[in-house]
């Protein structure tokens, strides 16, 4: 997921955004504690997404109080 297809979104979307990534983070520490994960680098990944959909939510609030 890259900023440009997140800025063509609405804030609603990028909140339902939010939510999936921390639903997938959680299920993904799960594996994490019980060795099932395959993919070790998702988590970073995720993590990085949600920071990067919440830079572009706090921007879009930003723009829309000035």
Do not use: H
Request: aromatic letters at 4%.
């Amino acid at each position: 997921m890259n900023a440009k297809e997140l800025r063509e979104k609405t804030p609603d979307q990028l909140r339902d955004q939010i939510l999936s990534l921390k639903k997938e983070a959680f299920n993904l520490r799960f594996q994490q504690a019980t060795g099932a994960m395959e993919n070790t680098a998702r988590i970073r990944q995720v993590r990085r997404d949600v920071a990067r959909v919440k830079t572009i939510l706090n921007q879009k609030a930003r723009a829309a109080a000035e």
